[in-house]
């Protein structure tokens, strides 16, 4: 297993933080920090996935919960009849986001908003949240970050006509947040509400 860069950042930072408060007032008021560095590492951990590859298998963005499951009319990149899968990420969840599928990054967008908590079913209309869409010659998938009460940060590491693998990281929320993915009807569902998902290793859906 490995630790995204971010998480080297945080956990240096509150390590320095608990070595001056150990020499400057006690051992004893550094504990919070030592344990505050243990979970930045915790936090940002980037688990190796077996990431299937068969074309017509889509595979979740994100670890988390399968929050709910909405039928659409459309959205901004899949203009068809389609679905959209909110998966809700606890702070104890691995936060890195995945590609869903290999293909080239056809929509790019950024939405300033609010903080709301992740599993309200209106954040992602709300909060802040990010957005590409994803196209290969056989479909197109929208992938939105969306920020929480806690989440105040979406990294993203891509950008226009980027082409990504399936299950290749592109970005991360900090800290507690929702991921969703849409995807058109020629997609069959493989998960229920409920259902606990692996980012890259998953099966969300299946291509008809």
Not at 15 to 40: K, N, R
Request: charged share 25%.
């Amino acid at each position: 297993m490995s630790i995204i860069r971010e998480g080297y950042y945080f956990a240096s930072g509150a390590l320095l933080i608990a070595l001056l408060t150990g020499v400057l007032i006690s051992p004893t008021a550094a504990i919070p920090f030592v344990v505050l560095a243990c979970y930045c590492i915790y936090f940002f951990r980037n688990p190796k996935r077996n990431i299937p590859t068969d074309e017509s298998l889509i595979v979740s963005p994100a670890d988390g919960t399968v929050q709910d499951i909405v039928e659409l009319e459309g959205d901004d990149f899949v203009k068809s009849p389609c679905r959209k899968v909110i998966i809700f990420l606890s702070v104890f969840d691995v936060h890195v986001n995945r590609s869903p599928i290999a293909g080239e990054i056809k929509i790019q967008k950024y939405v300033c908003g609010r903080f709301r908590p992740a599993y309200k079913d209106s954040v992602g209309f709300e909060n802040e949240r990010h957005l590409i869409g994803i196209e290969n010659e056989k479909i197109r998938v929208t992938v939105t970050q969306i920020a929480g009460i806690l989440a105040r940060r979406i990294v993203s590491w891509v950008t226009l006509d980027d082409k990504l693998e399936k299950g290749e990281l592109y970005g991360l929320i900090r800290f507690g947040s929702c991921t969703e993915i849409v995807v058109p009807n020629n997609v069959e569902i493989m998960v229920n509400k409920g259902d606990k998902v692996r980012g890259g290793e998953t099966i969300i859906g299946r291509i008809k």
